[in-house]
């Protein structure tokens, strides 16, 4: 089983729609929670933390379930300019050091 | 410069040579990252490297495969007897790691090595 598991869609939708994206990690060991956005040919660049008690940035909502470890992202009234690929992150927290595990993304296309 | 830095950006080679492919990080992150991305396919993890811990060499596809960080900083990816199948975008990534429970904030990702075997 893969340490972090996401959808890879792609997910198209029409602008102004809603779309969520889930995705899964195995270790419960792991304890800060991000996600990355990467437009196509450029390298990821972070969108937001994940907080436990749920964040909110604009359009954009992050949530943590630790019990079923899972974390999503919502993102309201969708524009042309959030298509992109969306990565899930993980650090986990091993001997001091915290490594991060990225999923390999959920392509999300927002058609006009 | 302020960010993570790659060279070359692009590389053609030709099927069996060696390649360097190089990483300069953000002056002072302590940790520093490998992925390999293939044509429409997600990051796919190389090697970890943190502080002067031993690195984490798990996802080094073959021994064709070597990467060293040298003082703690500027890391070399080696690939040797490049194969097609190395084709791909290689990216490196920096941070910072305080320790400790939830020491890490964000990586910061170079822009890719393009490497082409024909």
């Known amino acids: 089983r893969k340490e972090v598991e996401q959808d890879p869609g792609p997910f198209n939708v029409p602008e102004g729609a809603t779309v969520a994206f889930n995705c899964t990690y195995s270790n419960s060991a792991s304890q800060s929670f991000f996600w990355y956005r990467q437009d196509c040919r450029k390298e990821p660049k972070l969108l937001m933390s994940v907080y436990s008690s749920g964040n909110e940035d604009g359009r954009f909502t992050a949530q943590l379930n630790r019990a079923s470890q899972y974390i999503s992202l919502l993102i309201r009234d969708s524009k042309l300019s959030d298509s992109a690929t969306y990565l899930c992150?993980?650090?986990?927290?091993?001997?001091?050091?915290?490594?991060?595990?990225f999923g390999t993304g959920t392509l999300l296309a927002v058609q006009p | 410069g302020a960010g993570v830095s790659q060279s070359p950006s692009n590389k053609v080679t030709e099927k069996g040579k060696d390649v360097e492919l190089r990483c300069d990080p953000i002056s002072g992150h302590t940790a520093l990252y490998w992925y390999r991305q293939s044509l429409g396919q997600g990051l796919e993890f190389l090697i970890y490297?943190?502080?002067?811990?031993?690195?984490?060499k798990s996802g080094l596809p073959s021994d064709r495969f070597s990467a060293e960080r040298t003082g703690g900083s500027v890391s070399t990816l080696t690939i040797q007897r490049t194969q097609q199948e190395d084709s791909a975008v290689y990216l490196c990534?920096?941070?910072?790691?305080?320790?400790?429970?939830?020491?890490?904030?964000?990586?910061?990702f170079g822009q890719g090595t393009r490497l082409t075997v024909v």
């Open positions: 992150v993980v650090a986990l927290y091993c001997g001091a050091t915290n490594k991060l595990i």
């Open positions: 990534a920096s941070s910072t790691d305080r320790g400790g429970v939830g020491g890490v904030t964000e990586a910061f």
């Open positions: 490297f943190q502080g002067n811990s031993a690195p984490d």
